[in-house]
């Protein structure tokens, strides 16, 4: 399967007492099934999957493959500390219908770039569905450079790659050096339209949560009509909420808020995250307006 478009990563919602809220998980997947992005990613950063407990991220795993029921490809976020962990987690997402997994480097220890040619190949050799190479120094410690993921491009199953390093030379580095053997999702919120110019093909996205008919018609006016000025001016619409939730540090309690707004499910955020504080929601009001209109 090709794994292309807008692939939202989705949040985790929590319940006051700190248990997985698996029914509005279901009613956020459903909601975005409907309104037409390409594809779901759970159990990314924005899904706090460092955060939850082993049992809770297969209860997500078959609560929303059952909610899709294969109306979209699901992606789901397999990252471990260990490479054996991280099989673990991508077996079962396999097991359980997924179409590919995401994986980050281990994100305490920071592996040298043999390691990390060893860890991805792994995990790919050890499933048979697609594996997106996740890169975001911020988040794991360590940068997979241009070299390392040509080296990767050439191992069976690893087709895609999440490229977050905010530096879109990256893409054309990757683009280079792989000859184009890997599909590239742009993984920095305001850096889409950028990434899509200079040859992404995908978009793991954070604001298609709240925004999903947005983001997905960005995508195609850039990458399926190829209509820039359209595209441009779209985008510049959006920037304003694709920088906070990119840069204010509080990614995942700006859309739990929201989507509490919306009528959907948001829930409360793990511990030792706090509550948004009123100036905060006040901000993101603000951002939303002109789309609530």
Not at 3 to 30: E, Q, R
Not at 147 to 171: F, H, M, N, W, Y
Not at 228 to 246: C, D, I, N
């Amino acid at each position: 399967m090709s794994l292309h478009g807008v692939y939202v990563v989705t949040v985790t919602p929590f319940t006051a007492d700190g248990n997985v809220d698996l029914a509005g998980i279901a009613k956020n997947a459903d909601w975005l099934v409907r309104q037409g992005v390409h594809g779901l990613l759970p159990l990314g950063s924005t899904g706090e999957f460092a955060s939850l407990e082993d049992d809770d991220k297969k209860a997500i795993v078959d609560t929303v493959i059952k909610t899709v029921a294969g109306r979209i490809p699901v992606v789901f976020g397999a990252t471990a500390e260990t490479t054996e962990k991280a099989i673990a987690n991508a077996r079962y997402a396999e097991r359980a219908g997924a179409a590919g997994v995401l994986v980050l480097p281990s994100y305490y220890y920071s592996p040298d770039q043999e390691e990390l040619y060893e860890h991805y190949r792994r995990i790919a050799g050890a499933i048979g569905i697609p594996l997106m190479i996740y890169n975001n120094p911020s988040s794991s410690k360590v940068d997979i450079l241009a070299d390392t993921v040509a080296r990767l491009s050439q191992v069976p199953g690893i087709q895609c790659i999440k490229e977050s390093t905010g530096d879109i030379r990256r893409i054309t580095e990757v683009r280079l050096k792989t000859a184009d053997k890997l599909t590239v999702f742009c993984g920095w919120e305001d850096m889409a339209y950028e990434s899509f110019v200079m040859g992404a093909k995908g978009w793991v996205c954070v604001l298609g949560n709240i925004l999903p008919k947005e983001c997905v018609e960005l995508y195609d006016l850039v990458v399926v009509k190829k209509d820039l000025q359209a595209g441009w001016a779209l985008y510049q619409k959006l920037l304003p909420l694709l920088r906070y939730l990119e840069y204010a540090g509080k990614t995942q309690k700006a859309l739990k808020y929201a989507l509490d707004g919306m009528g959907l499910a948001g829930g409360h955020t793990s511990s030792p995250r706090r509550a948004l504080d009123p100036e905060d929601k006040a901000i993101i009001d603000s951002l939303l307006a002109d789309f609530r209109k």
